[in-house]
């Protein structure tokens, strides 16, 4: 069981950053890939990124490539993402996953956390 809890998000304009984390609890997230995802008003939950259990495989949605980073301290129990030059379509609410996979599909991960509200305004 893992037990995940999303932190950083907020409120900025065009072009700013965040840092959003996920701190998970239990003895096992290393051997968990990672996801981050996000949803949007009337939209269906979207693939963000994600990292391999040991970070040496990372993947990106095309629009964030360049401009988001996901990374992970195995030491600490925590992956983050950070986001830089946000764009309003950026808003969303976003979430971190584990699963057993590294995989894209938000079918494929087994825990998810609570949420953290990104909006970014013109």
């Known amino acids: 069981q893992v037990q995940l809890v999303e932190s950083g998000g907020g409120a900025v304009q065009a072009g700013d950053s965040l840092r959003l984390s996920c701190a998970a609890s239990?003895?096992?997230?290393?051997?968990?890939?990672m996801g981050w995802f996000r949803q949007a008003p009337g939209k269906e939950r979207q693939f963000v990124a994600a990292i391999s259990s040991s970070g040496d495989s990372i993947y990106y949605l095309d629009s964030v490539k360049g401009r988001f980073t996901i990374t992970r301290d195995n030491a600490k129990n925590t992956v983050y993402l950070q986001m830089n030059s946000l764009k309003p379509e950026d808003t969303a609410v976003y979430y971190c996953a584990a699963g057993r996979i590294f995989v894209i599909r938000a079918s494929q991960y087994n825990y998810w956390g609570q949420g953290t509200q990104v909006t970014v305004s013109s």
């Open positions: 239990g003895r096992t997230f290393s051997t968990y890939a």
